[in-house]
């Protein structure tokens, strides 16, 4: 896919939120060297954390929609951090953490909403490696958390 990104959002639709400040004692991306690692982005809905657990008071569409709005969190981050997000060369990795029941089990299945985003957004430079962990629980009650690998 050629670049700019930019507007392959708008085409899809999506107008970036401010990037949004850390909650506690980190930054939000660091780069070194051609990689940037972005710290672990919480879903929000309507500005605050999207609360829930999966398989108790939320099911797999609303986990993914949780994990879509995570994917555009990121990318904000990332053109705020980069300047530009003509910059990414690709999403090199993802790791998505579901709060979610012990029986709960399509974790992966949540994390596709960040994921398919970014291969919509980037094209092949968005298809990346992935963890999907279901944990007992997320900072602040949040349903979802990812964090994201990235070249340049």
């Known amino acids: 896919m050629n670049k700019p990104y930019l507007d392959r959002l708008k085409s899809l639709g999506i107008e970036l939120p401010p990037a949004g400040p850390p909650a506690a004692a980190y930054v939000m991306a660091r780069t070194t060297g051609n990689i940037v690692f972005l710290s672990g982005h919480i879903a929000k809905k309507d500005g605050k954390p999207w609360v829930g657990k999966l398989g108790k008071d939320m099911d797999t569409d609303a986990g993914k929609a949780a994990a879509r709005s995570v994917a555009i969190d990121l990318i904000a981050t990332l053109q705020s951090h980069l300047g530009s997000l003509d910059q990414i060369k690709s999403i090199v990795k993802v790791?998505?953490?579901?709060?979610?029941t012990e029986q709960y089990t399509e974790q992966h299945l949540v994390i596709n909403g960040c994921s398919e985003l970014l291969a919509d957004v980037f094209g092949d430079a968005g298809k990346h490696s992935r963890s999907a962990f279901g944990v007992a629980q997320i900072p602040l009650g949040a349903c979802v958390e990812i964090e994201l690998i990235a070249e340049i």
Not at 95 to 100: E, Y
């Open 95 to 100: 790791m998505g953490l579901v709060n979610s």
